[in-house]
């Protein structure tokens, strides 16, 4: 009787893991040229969950909204417009406070979702969704901090919109 040599386990993982990676299509999926070509946004504001504003953040609803404005105007990605026919995209930002666990059992992997910020990106002229970005905030503990993170999640929510539209921001004037 012939024998078989024994393979070690980390081999046979490994080639099981090649196998199966090989398999898989390498594809990549397409952008819409629209978020490349696009040279004027309007940008929407569709709110913010209740039970945000005065804590854990300072403000009002509308802050996200004129933070994200503010930025976005000063990056010079696009000419903003102030009527949504007159824009190439239609920017639509979101300050959500998801429902979820309180108090659950994080060893089960259950956690308390955080406030997000949601940029859904429309087609002005088919008014279809072109693509969505979400930014979470991250937890903190004082109002200065939880006013940081939120500050720190619109920045990046802005760098998010100029990787995906392969735009830089302008130079300063």
């Known amino acids: 009787m012939r024998r078989i040599p024994m ?25 819409p ?19 945000l504003f005065p804590e854990p953040f300072s403000g009002d609803p509308g ?14 990605l696009f000419q903003l417009v ?7 995209l239609v920017l639509e930002l979101q300050l959500t406070a998801p429902d979820g666990p309180s108090s659950a059992n994080k060893q089960n992997g259950a956690s308390d979702p955080l406030p997000m910020f949601r940029l859904a990106i429309y087609d002005e002229k088919t008014h279809y969704v072109l693509w969505a970005l979400t930014e ?3 937890p903190a503990f004082l109002q200065k901090t939880h006013d940081h993170n939120f500050d720190v999640a619109i920045d990046e929510l802005l760098l998010d919109l100029e990787h995906l539209t392969g735009k830089t921001p302008a130079a300063p004037q």
């Open 136 to 138: 979470s905030i991250a």
């Open 7 to 31: 393979v070690p386990p980390i081999v046979a993982f490994a080639l099981l893991a090649s196998t199966a990676i090989a398999q898989q299509p390498n594809t990549t999926a397409p952008t």
């Open 82 to 88: 102030d009527n949504p026919a007159q824009a190439d």
């Open 63 to 76: 802050r996200g909204y004129m933070e994200f404005y503010s930025k976005l105007k000063d990056a010079g």
């Open 33 to 51: 040229s629209e978020l490349r070509t696009a040279k004027t946004v309007f940008l929407s504001n569709a709110g913010g969950d209740s039970g």
